[in-house]
């Protein structure tokens, strides 16, 4: 295409898929770059402020108030915040591409979090290096397990607890739920899962917050068994069925899916003491394990990326005019251009499983 074309392409408003798809990459690459935004401009921290004042009063309701009034306000909540992002979806794509895009990718990117969870976890294996004290405090910034009986064996293993499951609650679930549905898909799922991650409680919040753990635990069903599945391809009956046997030994319908994955891939045992024990014949995991994870989930991310592009920039292209004809020409140029760049990868999907590579609330 000549460079008139290009911008006349520029210069008119996108089909919707194509304006997400280079929305996403905007918001990727600024996560890559900037990571969070301040709390005083990050969109969760606002919602935090209103979720908070809510969810005490309804606690110290009667659970036969609390149940129904956690409901409802979970659902009067979604739906304005639902209705908010689709007005303003529906606004930003009547603006030419050249501005719809980058304004999209700003409200796009508070609604996922790659950088700040690798970067997080990435952090508790240097803190580790520098004694178990420090370890255990870094940890500490992640979970909500007591971390002062940890030994260095289970820092690590909490550690990569966390990156699994919040490789689905923070990148993998957002981004599918906003190719189903847009922004306001992904501003349900972020939506849900904060409320969850205040609400969603036994104790004291047991009937206030059991909507919310509930309408958490549906959204993310399908998506932590996408996430485990990048993590740990499973093809054969056999090895699917491994990793469910895993998976159902934790009491989340959903976090034992990738943090089953990432435990037999790495060959290593997770486990919460008194609660669950995840790949029960695998080793206590080392500080090469710990990287493992990290570049299983930079991988499992990257392909999920990859996946969603490629799937909204096929919606767009074909509802191009003139699709049909530039369709055919266009497969073998993406295989020229990505084909060098996916060789350099390496695959941890064959490592052996003895070998180094072998919150949401993050792992309580």
Request: proline share 9%; aromatic share 8%; charged share 15%.
């Amino acid at each position: 295409m000549s460079a008139s074309g290009w911008l006349a392409l520029l210069c008119a408003p996108a089909p919707w898929p194509l304006a997400l798809a280079g929305a996403l990459l905007l918001a990727w690459l600024g996560d890559r770059r900037w990571g969070e935004p301040p709390d005083a401009w990050h969109p969760v921290a606002w919602l935090g402020r209103v979720l908070g004042p809510v969810g005490r009063r309804l606690r110290r309701a009667r659970p036969a108030l609390a149940l129904p009034g956690g409901a409802l306000a979970w659902t009067v909540l979604a739906g304005l915040l639902m209705a908010a992002a689709a007005w303003l979806q529906a606004r930003l794509l009547s603006l030419p591409a050249l501005l719809a895009l980058p304004l999209l990718a700003v409200l796009l990117k508070p609604l996922f979090a790659w950088r700040m969870l690798h970067d997080e976890v990435a952090a508790v294996g240097a803190a580790l290096q520098q004694g178990l004290e420090p370890g255990r405090q870094r940890l500490a910034r992640l979970v909500s397990r007591d971390v002062t009986v940890l030994d260095a064996s289970q820092v690590r293993e909490s550690a990569i607890e966390t990156l699994a499951e919040n490789l689905n609650d923070s990148f993998i679930a957002p981004l599918a739920w906003l190719l189903l549905l847009g922004l306001p898909g992904a501003v349900l799922y972020r939506f849900a899962n904060t409320a969850d991650a205040m609400w969603g409680y036994r104790g004291a919040w047991e009937w206030a917050g059991k909507w919310a753990a509930r309408a958490d635990d549906l959204l993310s069903w399908p998506t932590a068994r996408v996430s485990a599945l990048l993590l740990r391809p499973c093809w054969r009956p056999s090895a699917w069925g491994l990793l469910a046997d895993q998976a159902a030994l934790t009491p989340s319908p959903n976090g034992g899916w990738p943090m089953g994955a990432m435990a037999l891939q790495l060959g290593v045992r997770l486990s919460k003491p008194g609660v669950y024990v995840l790949n029960a014949a695998g080793r206590p995991p080392e500080s090469s394990d710990l990287q493992g994870a990290l570049l299983l989930a930079t991988l499992a991310a990257h392909a999920w990326l990859g996946l969603l592009l490629t799937a909204l920039a096929g919606l767009g292209l074909a509802g191009l005019p003139g699709a049909a004809d530039r369709l055919p020409g266009l497969l073998p140029w993406l295989a020229d251009v990505a084909g060098p760049w996916l060789a350099q990868i390496p695959s941890p999907w064959m490592a052996p499983q003895a070998g180094p590579m072998g919150p949401g609330r993050g792992a309580s």
